[in-house]
């Protein structure tokens, strides 16, 4: 009874971690290869809406001069946007480039925050400003492309349409780090995301870099919230509206070949996670069966993935003598868990393995969930934080 007992941990444990990231893009392809993937959408020679770009800094001085102009040279009509940015009390020259944007430029509104105030609540006071019918949501470092506005903006001419994600590209990856890792990772998601948004509208959170909703549709995040894209999708999804994805949305952004800046950014990540999962557990119960198994597939399994790494880890250990099939799996799944050490110490003799690195990166990240699961228990008391340090600009 025990053996099977610990045979179903097993199996499900293994299913778990695979389906995220094989069947389940499988599923996707197989319900979206044959669909219609075209949604009304604006042209050039439209009446086209009044948007409100939205920005919440902290000293980035070395980045946020290109890209404001990047937003600057897009082909976008200039008197049919206006660009908000919110200073959280930035302590290098973030503040003397903003002023000088806004002495120059119509439609430039600058707040500056005194105390750090954390992203989401500058987001939270600056969305009250906004006059724009759409709102985009945008970081520091990532570099627009001079049709953004345009692609991000044009799908809302059909009315089910809620939220559009961009295509964010990451750029200058490094085989010395984890930026080529980074790099595939953000792309397999991107195709995963936009499949969902053809699928049903159900794209699991865009990746936050930039993306556009429609402003009677913002809801106000939670003050402590880590991870407030995800939040603001999943509640334009509740208001029964769609979340896509428009690839031709282009946008640029440097790729962090440090494995340590990405590992904390993970766990800040991580953390938010769980916070959206207590916020929208109901959504695994919901009517909507191809919301509920996104939900369930996307986002949850892999936020439990070290949970199910360990419960296969234990099961095949106490396996180890029920047969071959179990000795061999287990010499490799330990084999498996050395690589990020071996990996650790060929880098630091200059040997960059790139298969090595992508076991790396995997274990890399499911510690970083279960360091988040962790802190989250814990409890989370600020949202403030620090953007990540890039190699170089994009």
Same mark, same amino acid.
């Given at each position: 009874m025990l053996q099977l007992i610990l045979e179903i941990i097993f199996w499900l444990s293994i299913i778990a971690?695979?389906?995220?990231?094989?069947?389940?893009?499988?599923?996707?392809? &197989?319900?979206? !290869?044959? +669909?219609?993937?075209?949604?009304?959408? #604006?042209? %050039?020679?439209?009446?086209?809406?009044? @948007?409100?770009?939205?920005?919440?800094?902290?000293?980035?001085?070395?980045? &946020?001069?290109? !890209?404001? +102009?990047?937003?600057?040279?897009?082909? #976008?009509? %200039?008197?049919?946007?206006?660009?908000? @940015?919110g200073s959280d009390a930035s302590t290098d020259k973030t503040n003397n480039i903003l002023e000088n944007f806004c002495s120059e430029e119509n439609h430039f509104f600058l707040e500056k925050f005194t105390q750090r105030t954390g992203k989401i609540n500058i987001i939270n006071k600056l969305i009250h400003k906004a006059q724009g019918?759409?709102?985009?949501?945008?970081?520091?470092?990532?570099?627009?492309?001079?049709?953004?506005i345009f692609e991000l903006i044009k799908n809302f001419k059909e009315k089910k349409i809620g939220l559009v994600d961009s295509n964010l590209q990451k750029k200058n990856p490094q085989k010395t780090g984890i930026s080529i890792q980074e790099k595939f990772y953000f792309n397999y998601e991107i195709t995963i995301k936009n499949m969902e948004g053809i699928m049903a509208g159900v794209m699991m959170g865009p990746f936050g870099g930039a993306y556009a909703?429609?402003?009677?549709?913002?809801?106000?995040?939670?003050?402590?919230?880590?991870v407030d894209d995800f939040y603001?999708?999943?509640?334009?999804?509740?208001?029964?509206?769609?979340?896509?994805?428009?690839?031709?949305?282009?946008?640029?952004?440097?790729?962090?070949?440090?494995?340590?800046?990405?590992?904390?950014?993970?766990?800040?990540?991580?953390?938010?996670?769980?916070?959206?999962?207590?916020?929208?557990?109901?959504?695994?119960?919901?009517?909507?069966?191809?919301?509920?198994?996104?939900?369930?597939?996307?986002?949850?399994?892999r936020w439990f993935g070290p949970i199910f790494i360990?419960?296969?880890?234990?099961?095949?250990?106490?396996?180890?003598?029920?047969?071959?099939?179990?000795?061999?799996?287990?010499?490799?799944?330990?084999f498996s868990l050395i690589i990020p050490i071996i990996d650790y110490f060929l880098r630091k003799y200059g040997i960059?393995?790139?298969?090595?690195?992508f076991i790396s990166h995997y274990y890399y990240m499911n510690l970083g969930l279960f360091i988040g699961l962790l802190k989250y228990i814990k409890g989370v008391k600020t949202n403030v934080w620090e953007?990540?340090?890039?190699?170089?600009?994009p």
């Amino acid at each position: 009874m025990l053996q099977l007992i610990l045979e179903i941990i097993f199996w499900l444990s293994i299913i778990a971690i695979i389906h995220p990231y094989s069947s389940y893009p499988i599923f996707l392809h &197989l319900k979206t !290869k044959n +669909k219609n993937k075209s949604f009304s959408f #604006y042209t %050039r020679e439209d009446n086209l809406p009044f @948007v409100s770009i939205i920005m919440a800094v902290h000293n980035e001085e070395q980045i &946020l001069e290109k !890209k404001i +102009k990047s937003i600057l040279k897009n082909d #976008y009509p %200039r008197n049919l946007y206006e660009i908000i @940015v919110g200073s959280d009390a930035s302590t290098d020259k973030t503040n003397n480039i903003l002023e000088n944007f806004c002495s120059e430029e119509n439609h430039f509104f600058l707040e500056k925050f005194t105390q750090r105030t954390g992203k989401i609540n500058i987001i939270n006071k600056l969305i009250h400003k906004a006059q724009g019918e759409i709102i985009l949501l945008s970081d520091a470092d990532i570099i627009f492309t001079t049709n953004t506005i345009f692609e991000l903006i044009k799908n809302f001419k059909e009315k089910k349409i809620g939220l559009v994600d961009s295509n964010l590209q990451k750029k200058n990856p490094q085989k010395t780090g984890i930026s080529i890792q980074e790099k595939f990772y953000f792309n397999y998601e991107i195709t995963i995301k936009n499949m969902e948004g053809i699928m049903a509208g159900v794209m699991m959170g865009p990746f936050g870099g930039a993306y556009a909703l429609r402003n009677k549709l913002f809801s106000e995040v939670p003050k402590n919230f880590l991870v407030d894209d995800f939040y603001i999708n999943m509640k334009v999804i509740e208001k029964d509206m769609w979340c896509i994805n428009n690839l031709n949305a282009i946008v640029f952004d440097s790729t962090s070949d440090k494995i340590q800046d990405e590992f904390k950014r993970k766990i800040r990540i991580s953390t938010g996670n769980f916070q959206n999962l207590k916020e929208f557990t109901h959504i695994l119960f919901s009517k909507k069966i191809l919301l509920a198994f996104s939900f369930f597939s996307h986002k949850v399994l892999r936020w439990f993935g070290p949970i199910f790494i360990l419960l296969s880890i234990i099961s095949v250990a106490i396996l180890f003598n029920s047969g071959l099939f179990y000795q061999v799996f287990a010499t490799l799944l330990f084999f498996s868990l050395i690589i990020p050490i071996i990996d650790y110490f060929l880098r630091k003799y200059g040997i960059h393995i790139i298969l090595l690195r992508f076991i790396s990166h995997y274990y890399y990240m499911n510690l970083g969930l279960f360091i988040g699961l962790l802190k989250y228990i814990k409890g989370v008391k600020t949202n403030v934080w620090e953007p990540t340090k890039r190699e170089s600009n994009p």
